[in-house]
């Protein structure tokens, strides 16, 4: 008789056990690297509008680690658009550890006609500035200088004021389109815009307009071919008057058209209020905000309608609640809407949006979004209702009571905290 042969354990078990070893294995059993740069700024950057790679090539004298928790300083940038058609970004530099309660913000503002580069440049600028006073007890020091550019005199910027001319108006058109095509299909694309805005402390106005034509074509064997088309443009105008830190008022006209809607033109006033429980000026890092509105919409169809209309005013109003966080744990925004006639309380529409990006533990983040939309106010449906062809090229909206959309996604790294190497070989 012979014997059983001794177990062995799969390589894949091994290796599994072994990479969760390493895992959660304290920093003392981790590679002495760690430990020996403890005497360098260590710098975690949290920014959705910086390119990584340029500023560690530009700001060299810090250690930049993956994990915001290895960090000595955490910085959180935050960017909003001025009325310009710029940006104002916002620098918050968190110190963690030895510089705890440490923390400071910087701003700067960048033109409409601002490059990349030059955005990145400034970026970089503002970047070092904030970070020598931390690096100001470190051994770095020696190796840091300031430099220093005289700037313009009063007499200079009140001229360049003067010659701008503008009055605060900018202006703003876009055109594009796609082709392609096969053998047997082809897809035209065409859109364009235009914008016309004014922004300032006190009022707020903007002036819209945009269209969008697509075009297929698919071709069969023995067969005519099958052509279609769908078409949208919209104007809009918005005056909006600020009541404060906390409050404005505002008011919209629109005026559009969608074959896929089956409107030929509606149009659209509205009138309302708006609250934010947080000041507007910290709405890049927070805002909790109620705006109710009250108006008419008038649509005259393409096709007589469900309801046997070919044209209809619609008297409405709207709840919006909305709210956004973006904070060093990450961020999380969340909408709300309710609209209804008032003439008909029971065509309605009632929306849910959310979305959420939060760094669980070390390593370990959540990503969660979703919408569902309950719908009881599709009253532009043609009576004829869609053909085959109209369906599946969605040529046509299709009648429905809701609507939904989720995403989950979780992610984890581990091993190495540094982050400093640039290495562009080979990218794609």
């Given at each position: 008789?012979?014997?059983?042969?001794?177990?062995?354990?799969?390589?894949?078990?091994v290796?599994?056990?072994?990479?969760?070893?390493?895992?959660?294995?304290?920093?003392?059993a981790?590679?002495?690297?760690?430990?020996?740069?403890?005497?360098?700024?260590?710098?975690?950057?949290?920014?959705?509008?910086?390119?990584?790679?340029?500023l560690?090539?530009?700001?060299g004298f810090?250690?930049?680690?993956?994990d915001?928790?290895?960090?000595d300083?955490?910085?959180?940038?935050?960017?909003e658009?001025?009325?310009?058609?710029g940006?104002?970004?916002?620098?918050?530099?968190?110190?963690?550890?030895?510089?705890?309660?440490?923390?400071?913000?910087?701003?700067?503002?960048?033109?409409?006609?601002?490059t990349?580069?030059?955005?990145?440049?400034?970026?970089?600028?503002?970047?070092?500035?904030?970070l020598?006073?931390?690096?100001a007890?470190?051994?770095?020091?020696?190796?840091?200088?300031?430099?220093?550019?005289?700037?313009a005199?009063?007499?200079?910027?009140?001229?360049?004021?003067?010659?701008d001319?503008?009055?605060?108006w900018?202006?703003?058109?876009?055109?594009?389109?796609?082709?392609?095509?096969?053998?047997?299909?082809?897809?035209?694309?065409?859109?364009?815009?235009?914008?016309a805005?004014?922004?300032?402390?006190?009022?707020?106005?903007?002036?819209?307009?945009?269209?969008?034509?697509?075009?297929?074509?698919f071709?069969f064997?023995?067969?005519?071919?099958?052509?279609?088309?769908?078409?949208?443009?919209?104007?809009?105008?918005?005056?909006?008057?600020?009541?404060?830190?906390?409050?404005?008022?505002?008011?919209?006209?629109?005026?559009?058209?969608?074959?896929?809607?089956?409107?030929?033109?509606?149009?659209?006033?509205?009138?309302?209020i708006?609250v934010?429980?947080?000041?507007?000026?910290?709405?890049?890092?927070?805002?909790l905000?109620?705006?109710?509105?009250?108006?008419?919409?008038?649509?005259?169809?393409?096709?007589?309608?469900v309801?046997?209309k070919?044209?209809?005013?619609?008297?409405?109003?709207?709840?919006?609640?909305?709210?956004?966080?973006?904070q060093?744990w990450?961020a999380?925004?969340?909408?709300?809407t309710?609209?209804?006639?008032?003439?008909?309380p029971?065509r309605?529409?009632?929306?849910?949006?959310?979305?959420t990006?939060?760094?669980?533990?070390?390593?370990?983040?959540?990503?969660?979004?979703?919408?569902?939309?309950?719908?009881?106010?599709?009253?532009?449906?043609?009576?004829?209702?869609?053909?085959?062809?109209?369906?599946?090229?969605?040529?046509?909206?299709?009648?429905?009571?809701?609507?939904?959309?989720?995403?989950?996604?979780?992610?984890?790294?581990?091993?190495s905290?540094?982050?400093?190497?640039?290495?562009?070989?080979?990218?794609?």
């Amino acid at each position: 008789m012979t014997s059983k042969p001794a177990h062995r354990p799969r390589t894949g078990a091994v290796a599994g056990a072994l990479l969760l070893a390493l895992a959660l294995a304290p920093a003392w059993a981790r590679p002495a690297e760690a430990r020996q740069r403890a005497s360098t700024l260590r710098i975690y950057v949290d920014c959705a509008a910086c390119d990584f790679d340029y500023l560690r090539q530009h700001v060299g004298f810090v250690e930049y680690v993956r994990d915001r928790n290895a960090a000595d300083v955490h910085l959180l940038v935050l960017t909003e658009t001025t009325g310009g058609g710029g940006r104002v970004w916002t620098l918050m530099f968190i110190g963690y550890d030895r510089f705890r309660g440490q923390n400071r913000t910087l701003e700067f503002a960048t033109p409409q006609s601002a490059t990349q580069d030059d955005q990145r440049r400034e970026l970089a600028r503002v970047f070092r500035l904030g970070l020598v006073v931390y690096a100001a007890g470190m051994p770095v020091l020696d190796q840091l200088d300031v430099t220093w550019r005289e700037a313009a005199t009063p007499a200079d910027a009140e001229l360049r004021r003067s010659d701008d001319g503008w009055d605060h108006w900018v202006f703003r058109i876009d055109a594009g389109g796609d082709l392609s095509g096969e053998r047997r299909s082809r897809f035209e694309s065409f859109r364009y815009a235009v914008s016309a805005s004014r922004v300032t402390e006190g009022w707020k106005l903007n002036v819209s307009a945009a269209n969008q034509t697509d075009r297929r074509r698919f071709e069969f064997e023995g067969e005519a071919p099958l052509d279609s088309e769908r078409e949208s443009w919209d104007a809009e105008l918005l005056l909006v008057r600020s009541l404060g830190g906390h409050w404005a008022v505002g008011s919209k006209l629109s005026l559009s058209q969608s074959s896929f809607a089956n409107t030929d033109r509606s149009s659209s006033a509205r009138a309302g209020i708006e609250v934010d429980l947080f000041p507007y000026r910290e709405s890049s890092r927070r805002s909790l905000t109620a705006q109710y509105t009250v108006g008419a919409d008038r649509h005259e169809y393409r096709e007589v309608t469900v309801y046997d209309k070919l044209e209809e005013l619609v008297p409405v109003h709207e709840l919006d609640l909305s709210a956004g966080f973006r904070q060093p744990w990450g961020a999380l925004t969340a909408r709300g809407t309710f609209s209804q006639q008032l003439e008909h309380p029971d065509r309605h529409r009632a929306t849910l949006w959310g979305a959420t990006d939060v760094q669980v533990a070390s390593g370990f983040s959540v990503t969660i979004y979703g919408e569902y939309s309950r719908i009881r106010d599709q009253i532009s449906l043609p009576k004829a209702g869609a053909t085959r062809d109209e369906v599946l090229l969605r040529l046509q909206e299709l009648a429905t009571n809701y609507s939904y959309l989720v995403g989950v996604g979780v992610s984890y790294s581990f091993g190495s905290i540094f982050n400093s190497v640039v290495n562009p070989r080979f990218a794609r």
